[in-house]
């Protein structure tokens, strides 16, 4: 079983098997697809592509299971999702309009990380003294706070011990999420649907 889940989980060994067994049968199938299907360029680039995302994913169980200090690995799985991407038509074309849709809204990401990245020197600047909590202390805890604090998990504890000692620096953290959580998050999202949209439309 794996940690803390009901989820079945195959011994290493069934594991290696199976995998490298799924892998002859879709290399067999990419090979046979080439010879059957019309040929063109792309085609055979992503052949290319998924033959070598398999040997290097094979190359990788194969250490694993070799190398008694490595017991998982985290390349294979995500190797597997490019293989997905890849193979299936129907994902390939839907993730193609999803990064053009995230390509075009760049200019809306770039504002947000200037306000992430503002907000971060002001409160290690604000709050980077204070012994009460180490929260602001330094700029790459300050980052992990404010980040965290965009999806308000940590407030308002994190804002506790500044605002017994000055309750102004509530005004920090109010603004921080009234602009991110109200303003910022939205316009993405609006911006996000726009740019669908106005993709979609093209088409038609």
Request: glycine share 2%.
């Amino acid at each position: 079983m794996y940690p803390n889940s009901e989820l079945f989980k195959f011994p290493p060994t069934v594991a290696l098997v199976l995998t490298f067994t799924a892998y002859v049968f879709l290399a067999i199938f990419v090979v046979m697809r080439l010879f059957i299907k019309k040929r063109s360029s792309s085609a055979i680039c992503r052949s290319i592509s998924m033959c070598a995302i398999m040997l290097f994913s094979a190359g990788d169980l194969i250490w694993v299971s070799l190398d008694k200090s490595r017991t998982v690995t985290w390349v294979v799985p995500i190797l597997n999702v490019a293989l997905l991407l890849f193979f299936i038509r129907a994902i390939r074309e839907i993730w193609i309009q999803f990064t053009k849709v995230l390509i075009k809204s760049v200019p809306v990401f770039i504002i947000i990380l200037a306000y992430f990245l503002l907000f971060v020197l002001i409160g290690f600047i604000l709050f980077g003294q204070n012994t009460d909590n180490l929260a602001f202390s330094t700029i790459t805890s300050s980052m992990y706070t404010v980040f965290i604090l965009f999806t308000v998990s940590n407030y308002p504890d994190v804002s506790m011990a500044y605002f017994e000692n000055n309750r102004y620096t509530a005004l920090y953290f109010w603004a921080y999420l009234l602009i991110g959580i109200f303003l910022l998050s939205n316009l993405l999202l609006a911006q996000i649907f726009i740019n669908y949209k106005t993709m979609i439309d093209s088409r038609l």
